[in-house]
């Protein structure tokens, strides 16, 4: 008891005498871009970028504004940069990715960097951020950069689904005219709102609490099929004790013509009152995953997580339901569930919105339906 | 400057201080050294009472005993062999230099099984916990040792938060000034 009323004491004292300084943008942060990068800088502004000495820790409140130029011969889709404080420390690596850009040749870009980063307080010289290119993506699907964090992958399926959503919202307005489309709008935006929400608390490893979660069992997932979906979901089913789920394993076959490198899988559960909620991606393991056609493999995370609603109201795992939501063949091409599948499946209920549908949403909420349907004339 | 606790020192020099208690304590220690000297005595001391504990067949309750009956029995002997005193009255207390004896032995018993003790408290919270990530309304935070930190609060009102089962968090929302989506990403590792 002592000790806690000690550390709490320390700790007031400690936040009272943390030296809390501006980042000096020459010094502390370091913007690395190729040579032959396709994007260049042009300016940086640290804003109200700070850092702030915490125990044995410096945390790094980064509020970056870079002004970028598309030095590339095509329009840019997509941007994901690398935000590097210090590459082991947990809390110490994080992206940034703009998405749903259309930046021509020539033209220049903001991009806004807004996360906070942990590194050690007492390390050798250098500068505390560095910021470098992960890819860019362009119109035509063509992607540079090291893609360390595999953001060709995202930012493709991002281009895809971007390209649906807009297909989609174009047909509505051929169909049903201004009115349709705004009805389109109002649909999301609704969904948007009543889009049930879940806490999630993510652990690697076994279980996060003992016995106050209740005894293990073992749940199955239903899954639901997508008729174009070149993988299958067979059979799976994670570890359940109350508000948890672990240990995911999910048995997939590629039903496709072509190899697959990565399969990705949407995990939605249900609480005793059946309600559904979005729980969290269920990614391939195996960096060195290839499916042949045919072939069969398992998706498994050695990870537990823990739902909960409004802060406090745990969610207690009464089913479980998975779908196929990403593949990438090994040729670099990705899939994404049409927006038939999608509605069929009454997944959009359930699911957040892409990024083109919210920006798109948040075009029409600010700007009205003259300026959406001037977007959607644009690509 | 205030400095901290013997109790505060002795867990550090034993790492057994939680993930920000740890970070209080060795910004203070690194600039001082008057904490660094008694965390080395407190680290001797703990190497010492470590060699101590491995003798195989050595028993604190029974050596405690021993040392009793041994102390009566020398001042037994004592009162056989010496001179009766011109008084007598009789002797409550014994020689000053056994109290003392008995009293740096039983600091130092004390000492080192204090030292030794386990801290079922901290030590199951770190291993039950390790380093987790969470996504809540307020944004994504970092747990660990029972300890949380706010990584990513965008400030943005529509946020939207995506969890992957191998440790990663996203945070989604529309950029006001630019109209772009920003996705930001942390991860566990």
Redo the contacts between chains.
């Keep these: 008891m002592s000790s806690k009323i000690l550390s709490l004491i320390l700790a007031g004292v400690a936040a009272l005498c943390a030296q809390d300084t501006p980042l000096d943008p020459h010094s502390s942060v370091k913007i690395n871009l190729p040579a032959d990068s396709p994007v260049s800088l042009i300016s940086a502004n640290m804003g109200e970028s700070r850092a702030s000495a915490r125990g044995g820790a410096m945390l790094l409140d980064l509020h970056m504004e870079l002004t970028l130029r598309n030095s590339g011969p095509r329009n840019i889709r997509g941007v994901t940069l690398l935000v590097l404080a210090q590459e082991v420390t947990p809390g110490g690596r994080a992206s940034a990715t703009q998405t749903s850009l259309d930046v021509s040749p020539g033209a220049v870009f903001p991009m806004h960097i807004s996360v906070r980063l942990l590194r050690p307080l007492q390390v050798a010289g250098g500068p505390l951020v560095e910021v470098s290119l992960d890819g860019v993506l362009f119109d035509n699907l063509y992607f540079y950069g090291p893609n360390r964090l595999e953001s060709r992958r995202s930012l493709t399926a991002w281009e895809l689904e971007a390209q649906r959503d807009r297909q989609h919202l174009k047909s509505v307005l051929a169909a049903y005219g201004p009115e349709g489309l705004k009805r389109s709008m109002l649909d999301s935006l609704n969904r948007q709102a009543e889009r049930p929400r879940l806490d999630v608390i993510v652990s690697r490893g076994g279980r996060s609490t003992t016995s106050a979660a209740g005894a293990e069992r073992t749940a199955q997932f239903a899954f639901l099929k997508f008729p174009d979906a070149p993988v299958e979901a067979l059979a799976g089913s994670a570890q359940i004790a109350g508000s948890e789920a672990r240990a995911p394993r999910v048995q997939i076959r590629n039903r496709s013509a072509k190899p697959v490198r990565y399969v990705e899988l949407g995990w939605i559960v249900r609480d005793r009152q059946g309600r559904e909620f979005m729980a969290a991606s269920l990614p391939a393991s195996n960096p060195e995953l290839l499916l042949a056609p045919g072939q069969s493999d398992h998706l498994l995370q050695d990870s537990t997580l823990k739902f909960s609603r409004n802060g406090a109201e745990a969610i207690a795992v009464d089913g479980m339901t998975g779908f196929i939501s990403q593949v990438e063949y090994a040729d670099g091409k990705v899939w994404v569930p049409n927006r038939t599948s999608l509605e069929s499946a009454q997944l959009l209920r359930v699911l957040a919105p892409s990024p083109e549908e919210q920006r798109l949403t948040d075009l029409y909420r600010k700007k009205g339906l003259s300026a959406l349907m001037e977007e959607l004339k644009k690509f | 400057m ?1 400095h ?2 013997g ?2 020192l002795a ?1 550090l020099a034993g790492g057994e201080l ?1 993930f ?8 203070h220690v ?1 600039g001082c050294e008057s904490c660094q000297r008694e965390i080395e005595a407190f680290s001797d001391l703990r190497s010492a009472a470590s060699e101590l504990s491995e003798l195989p067949e050595v028993g604190w309750g029974r050596l405690a005993a021993e040392m009793r009956a041994n102390i009566r029995l020398g001042l037994a002997a004592g009162q056989c062999v010496r001179k009766e005193p011109a008084s007598h009255e009789p002797r409550f207390l014994p020689a000053p230099r056994s109290l003392v004896a008995c009293a740096s032995l039983a600091a130092l018993l004390v000492m080192a099984l204090w030292i030794q003790r386990p801290l079922p408290g901290r030590r199951q919270a770190a291993q ?10 307020n944004g994504i935070g ?3 040792g029972g300890q949380r ?7 943005a009102k ?1 946020v ?8 990663s ?1 996203r945070a ?1 929302y ?2 006001a ?13």
């Design positions: 205030k901290p606790g109790e505060t867990l939680g920000l208690d740890r970070w209080f304590q060795r910004r690194s039950q916990n390790g380093i987790v990530l969470e996504a809540t309304g970092l747990q660990e930190l706010i990584l990513m609060h965008p400030g529509e939207t938060y995506s969890v992957g089962a191998q440790g968090m989604r529309v950029d000034e630019s109209g772009y989506v920003m996705i930001n990403n942390v991860y566990v590792q």
